[in-house]
């Protein structure tokens, strides 16, 4: 597979380390149910992409970007960023495990979903979370699972 399956920790310039281990790819199961039928459950291969904690801004200048790139080999170089570093890890794995139970709104791009997530101090915001969804094999499962890759 193609994708990164398991995430080096980054060294910030504040000298603090961000373990990335949550973002490793992981299985997640999704019921499907409907009244007379038999429930099918679905597995899925999920992976990250490092748009879920990296990103650069127009502010930033050559300097900083600089300090806080990260690389992710064959899949290219971004800047850390804490902002989604802080929201994938409090909210993102949750929201992958529980999307067969969550309210999804197509956000018409192609292959986008937004899920309203709570901050926990009454605001809201919207997660938007790009994907690829494709047949595959993986790690012992039927031929006719499906594979995603989720990004921020």
């Not at 930033?60 to 064959?74: C, W």
């Not at 971004?78 to 999804?104: G, I, N």
């Not at 994907?131 to 594979?147: D, H, L, M, Q, W």
Request: net charge negative.
């Amino acid at each position: 597979m193609a994708e990164v399956e398991k995430w080096a920790a980054f060294t910030h310039p504040d000298g603090k380390v961000r373990d990335l281990s949550f973002l490793d790819a992981h299985e997640a199961l999704y019921v499907h149910s409907a009244e007379g039928k038999d429930d099918i459950t679905y597995r899925f291969w999920v992976t990250y992409s490092f748009h879920c904690f990296a990103k650069g801004y127009d502010h930033q200048t050559q300097e900083e970007m600089a300090a806080l790139m990260y690389s992710a080999g064959d899949k290219g170089n971004r800047p850390f960023c804490d902002t989604r570093y802080e929201l994938a890890r409090m909210h993102l794995r949750q929201m992958v495990q529980s999307l067969d139970k969550s309210r999804v709104i197509h956000a018409g791009y192609g292959s986008y979903a937004v899920l309203e997530m709570d901050l926990g101090n009454g605001e809201k915001q919207y997660y938007y979370i790009v994907f690829k969804a494709f047949r595959g094999i993986y790690a012992g499962t039927p031929e006719n699972s499906v594979v995603p890759h989720c990004e921020h």
